[in-house]
């Protein structure tokens, strides 16, 4: 398996390393049971198996279905198990009373909307705003599966720790903050799979090439891991480009598969995941022991899932899942959108 390392920039910036000890090996990217199969199939039977992925990836991205009673109830059955976030505020606060509160917020559909040109994902200002005021109250990181430095681009608030790449990628506040009051304070810097760059640029060309002829097929690079948008490819094409990435990564048995809302991820297969890097972050802050931390994860896509499973598996805080449509997760509550998402700060 790759090694992990840890990066620290030059110390005349006033950075010094820290290493914090390895955590246990946790699961990869949440994918429910039938959905293992069929990506594990896929890489046995090859082109057989092409239909069932495409299913799989209608499956990942439900914005087509259409209002049923059945839907309907099933979704009333759903909020039952998965309240909103909005209406249990009350009960939230309780639970969080005397303890240490430490959010953790994807960026694309949480902070953002989903958006057809990822490029132009931008937030809100009042977003912005209520982001730049949880930060004042609490410890708060920006955990995404964009590139680092991208997303920062798009939120621009030097006070949150950024981990990118699916928290393969982590930078701590560059500015002074209630947490972090030392101006030459330790700076964080974590990267899990530096080793796999080489090969990430070398499979972005290939794909770049590969896909070119499906129209409106997107790659992007976000340095430890590849995005393969599909939201504006014809639905008829789908199986065209799943074709087109299974003859690339076929080649490459060390980058492993997810799919997420419509786009597929292409990660290394180093043990690592938002749920490590949430981990990772605790640790970071001295709380990964404390008894009296409360984790806050906000999220909207299956990536998410395995910070959602480590806050249950720690018994410590929670996730909140948002989603307009019913799925299978670890949140405990849920929200329907980014505006409800900003409305739980007021």
């Not at 259409?66 to 209406?87: F, G, M, N, V, Y």
């Not at 997107?218 to 599909?230: D, I, M, P, Q």
Request: positive net charge.
């Amino acid at each position: 398996m790759t090694q992990q390392n840890v990066v620290v920039s030059d110390t005349k910036s006033g950075v010094s390393l820290t290493v914090f000890p390895k955590p246990p090996a946790a699961p990869g990217g949440y994918i429910s049971i039938s959905r293992r199969r069929v990506l594990k199939n896929l890489e046995i039977n090859g082109g057989q198996r092409i239909n069932a992925w495409v299913e799989s990836m209608r499956a990942s991205s439900p914005t087509h279905l259409k209002s049923t009673p059945s839907l309907t109830q099933e979704h009333s059955s759903w909020i039952l198990r998965h309240p909103s976030a909005l209406d249990m505020f009350d009960q939230i606060v309780d639970a969080s009373k005397g303890k240490q509160i430490v959010m953790f917020l994807d960026y694309d559909g949480t902070l953002s909307p989903i958006v057809e040109d990822p490029d132009r994902a931008f937030m809100s200002h009042s977003m912005r705003k209520t982001v730049r005021k949880v930060a004042r109250c609490f410890p708060t990181a920006i955990v995404t599966g964009r590139c680092k430095d991208k997303v920062y681009n798009f939120v621009r608030l030097a006070e949150l720790y950024y981990a990118g790449s699916h928290g393969m990628d982590i930078k701590g506040p560059t500015r002074s903050s209630k947490y972090n009051k030392d101006s030459k304070a330790e700076t964080i810097l974590f990267q899990a799979a530096s080793d796999f760059l080489p090969m990430i640029d070398e499979v972005y060309q290939q794909l770049v090439d590969k896909t070119k002829s499906t129209s409106g097929a997107l790659v992007e690079n976000n340095k430890f891991c590849l995005s393969v948008h599909f939201r504006c490819v014809d639905e008829k094409k789908w199986s065209e480009l799943a074709r087109q990435v299974k003859s690339v990564l076929k080649d490459y048995p060390k980058l492993r598969l997810t799919q997420g809302r419509k786009v597929l991820e292409i990660r290394p297969t180093i043990k690592w995941d938002k749920g490590k890097a949430l981990e990772f972050l605790l640790e970071s802050l001295g709380l990964a022991n404390c008894s009296d931390v409360f984790p806050v994860y906000i999220g909207d896509d299956r990536s998410d899932e395995d910070a959602f499973k480590k806050l249950r598996d720690r018994g410590q805080g929670f996730g909140i899942l948002v989603s307009k449509f019913p799925k299978d997760t670890s949140a405990s509550y849920s929200l329907q959108d980014p505006n409800e998402a900003s409305r739980i700060f007021y």
